[in-house]
């Protein structure tokens, strides 16, 4: 054969591939000819865990029943926050943007996030009333909202059944029991603690971050990282230091809880852990793992029995200039998503920041969900500053040495006020 | 009249070739290097922060900032002592394997791709991986020691060891790296110069100090050059394995520089003037390294 022959019979084979394949498409065509005019939105979030393929199964099934697609962005939180700081002012960042309520007053200040009129949140269906006050609360900034909340990520007490059972601090019915104050807590931890095995922790699965374990005790005892006016930093006050005092004796004196650096998610996974107050999102891989374990709410260890919480909340990134229909489909989008959150938590594990789905049965009856509905009413946040993020890097080391016992309690929250207060602007 | 209208046409434009064809990659160098080094240098005096669109000029209050910031300090003492106390385990760890493996050691071939191995994971694998063999609770580290009746401790948030078991894992992911280099530099040197000295009754250790030593100065140079330069750019290893801890026990100047640039509210300014510091130092150890080992030996 020479080479024109097979020039043209590629050619050809060409054609015939196009062709079929045209005709296969027709009605594929014809089917989204309705659909042409619903534009195409891009979503940036950082759902990286199991809680991503949730989010992936509920966005399909929005755009089957609305038209509109959505182009999502996946990105690990920490990149995620980087990457809007830069795209956003250039112009380049998406139609809408998961992120966590702690970042909303750094964002809001800097001109990333588009302010959103209380009426036009209103007319989209979206009040005040339907929602819990904390996670209403942290979409605002000075004033001005620029968030919705979507779910509430919040600590809870796991509780490990084996390493409690060992230690026979199960009750008749077989179930661990609940630690109903600090010195309970203590000693049910001190029973549990022997050799690589540990009665407590707080605080999350990645090494060095004590920071949101931390600040859970710090605001059950009526503590903050800023005074009320957000001006000074409140962390050199005898009740931070209380706060900071417990979390350096729990490992470096008591020696109940696992040393620095020690995933606590695989030590309790491992059958090596018996109490951990950790974030509700640990539950899914805990279940994977097929750990037999309880939840109880966040006991009360101070003052109050505050959870910590960090809600995410939908936001719009300032556009260059808005895309009236992209802004809409958007709305449409976080619309559908509060209309299905109970669909969210039920899979992924995080109740609404919405009041309705609360009541719903199928939640109701899940053990785990209906623990973090009872916390509620105790739910606090970050406060509303541009600095929370940049005190809560300057916190993880110091709160570390605290833990080590490198460093007294007393001296190490004077200096880390010192540093906070001499944040720049 | 100027010297250039003297210069034939063809010369002229003949001299102008080499450029044309180094133009490419001059361009790439010039927009991707050059320029951002000298817009840090600009961006250094001032107060700019990712995502304001206006900043100011503040002269040298950036640079003044840092001769306070005892964070800053502690991070580039951390970052000297990683440097000088990794420079010894680097260099002669690797060299000891290649002088064994150039010695024609049975699984010669399959040894080389071994200790070359870890090279090839990424530094977030190397991390994770080490992360998990040294966990103080469940990794097997600690097991493995506790069952042979050994101490065991948090290797990675004790003070005292967390620097040097970055280090340990340092060498374990570079080591093969700068073997293959010593392999090219031992098999480069002449193995008449050692049947010479054998015939002149020298021993190994004689050979090794008369003729391998000071025939792989080159490359011995570039391994201490290029390492120490990596050593203050430590970061990857840092970040994932203690994220700068315990407390800052192993922060390192790179880290400070990210977190000031990226996560502690993207002070550009200040990130780019911490920047200029560690340039300046690696500079310096460069030039004294230079000195110190410059000469060359032949036989």
């Given at each position: 054969m020479s080479a024109i022959d097979g020039a043209v019979s590629r050619r050809r084979v060409l054609a015939g591939v196009v062709g079929a394949g045209a005709v296969a498409s027709l009605p594929a065509a014809v089917r989204r000819a309705g659909a042409q005019a619903k534009p195409t939105i891009s979503y940036w979030n950082?759902?990286?865990?199991?809680?991503g393929k949730v989010m992936d199964d509920l966005i399909e099934r929005f755009t089957r029943e609305t038209g509109i697609r959505i182009e999502q962005q996946r990105i690990l939180w920490a990149d995620l926050y980087a990457k809007l700081q830069v795209s956003v002012p250039a112009g380049e960042g998406p139609d809408l943007a998961l992120i966590h309520t702690i970042e909303v007053p750094h964002f809001a200040s800097d001109g990333v996030l588009e302010p959103i009129e209380d009426g036009v949140a209103a007319g989209k269906?979206?009040?005040?009333?339907?929602?819990?006050p904390s996670t209403w609360q942290g979409g605002l900034y000075q004033g001005k909202r620029y968030a919705i909340p979507l779910d509430v990520p919040q600590h809870v007490l796991y509780m490990n059944t084996k390493v409690m059972r060992d230690a026979r601090l199960v009750g008749a019915d077989g179930k661990p029991n609940v630690p109903g104050s600090k010195d309970e807590l203590l000693a049910m931890a001190k029973r549990m603690a022997r050799g690589d095995t540990f009665g407590f922790a707080i605080g999350t699965?990645?090494?060095?971050?004590y920071t949101w374990g931390f600040q859970n005790l710090l605001w059950q005892n009526g503590?903050?990282?800023?005074?009320a006016d957000l001006?000074?930093?409140?962390?050199?006050?005898p009740a931070a230091i209380e706060a900071a005092e417990f979390f350096g004796a729990i490992?470096?004196?008591?020696?109940v809880a696992p040393p620095a650096n020690a995933s606590c998610r695989d030590a309790f996974i491992a059958g090596k852990l018996g109490l951990w107050i950790a974030g509700s999102w640990n539950v899914t891989g805990l279940r994977d793992a097929k750990v037999d374990f309880a939840v109880a709410p966040v006991?009360?260890?101070?003052k109050r029995p505050v959870v910590w919480t960090m809600p995410h909340q939908f936001t719009f990134p300032k556009p260059k200039a808005v895309d009236a229909a992209r802004r809409e489909a958007a709305w449409t989008h976080m619309r559908w998503m509060s209309d299905h959150v109970a669909e969210w938590t039920l899979k992924a594990g995080q109740v609404s920041?919405?009041?309705?789905?609360?009541?719903d049965p199928r939640i109701t009856g899940d053990p785990v969900l209906r623990t973090l509905l009872a916390q509620a009413p105790n739910w606090q946040g970050g406060q509303p500053t541009p600095k929370w993020v940049a005190a809560e890097n300057l916190t993880r080391p110091m709160i570390e040495t605290v833990y080590i016992g490198q460093k007294p309690p007393q001296a190490a929250m004077e200096d880390l006020a010192r540093q906070i207060n001499a944040l720049p602007d | 009249m100027s010297v250039l209208t003297r210069v034939p046409r063809r010369r002229r434009r003949g001299a102008l070739t080499p450029y044309l064809f180094l133009a490419p990659g001059l361009l790439l160098f010039a927009a991707f290097r050059l320029y951002p080094l000298l817009d840090g240098l600009r961006l250094s005096f001032t107060n700019a922060r990712l995502g304001r669109t206006q900043y100011a000029w503040v002269g040298l209050a950036n640079y003044e900032r840092l001769l306070e910031d005892t964070r800053f300090h502690a991070s580039l003492w951390n970052t000297a002592f990683y440097t000088v106390a990794s420079t010894l385990p680097v260099l002669a760890i690797p060299l000891a394997l290649a002088i064994a493996l150039n010695r024609g050691v049975a699984l010669r071939t399959w040894l080389r791709s071994a200790f070359f191995f870890?090279?090839?994971?990424?530094v977030v694998t190397v991390g994770l991986t080490w992360l998990w063999l040294l966990?103080?609770?469940?990794?097997?580290f600690n097991y493995y020691l506790r069952s042979l009746g050994f101490p065991v401790r948090s290797w990675l948030a004790d003070p005292s060891t967390a620097m040097w078991t970055i280090i340990l894992t340092t060498v374990w992911w570079v080591a093969g790296y700068y073997l293959v280099i010593y392999l090219a530099g031992l098999q480069d040197i002449p193995r008449e110069l050692y049947e010479a000295a054998a015939i002149d009754g020298a021993t190994g250790w004689r050979s090794f100090w008369a003729i391998t030593l000071p025939l792989l100065r080159p490359v011995l140079l570039f391994v201490f050059v290029t390492h120490i330069i990596g050593s203050f750019q430590i970061f990857g290893q840092v970040f994932i394995l203690t994220q700068g801890g315990p407390?800052?026990?192993?922060?390192t100047a790179v880290q400070h520089l990210y977190e000031t640039a990226f996560?502690?509210?993207?002070h550009f300014g200040s990130a780019s003037a911490m920047a200029w510091v560690l340039f300046a130092v690696i500079v310096g150890f460069s030039l004294l390294q230079f000195r110190v080992l410059r000469g060359h030996t032949e036989y």
């Open positions: 950082g759902l990286t865990g199991a809680d269906g979206f009040r005040s009333d339907d929602y819990l699965v990645n090494p060095g971050k503590a903050n990282v800023y005074t001006k000074r930093s409140a962390l050199a006050d490992h470096a004196k008591e020696k006991p009360r260890i101070f920041a919405r009041r309705q789905p609360h009541a | 870890p090279f090839t994971l990424s966990d103080p609770v469940v990794g097997p407390g800052d026990a192993t922060r996560q502690n509210f993207f």
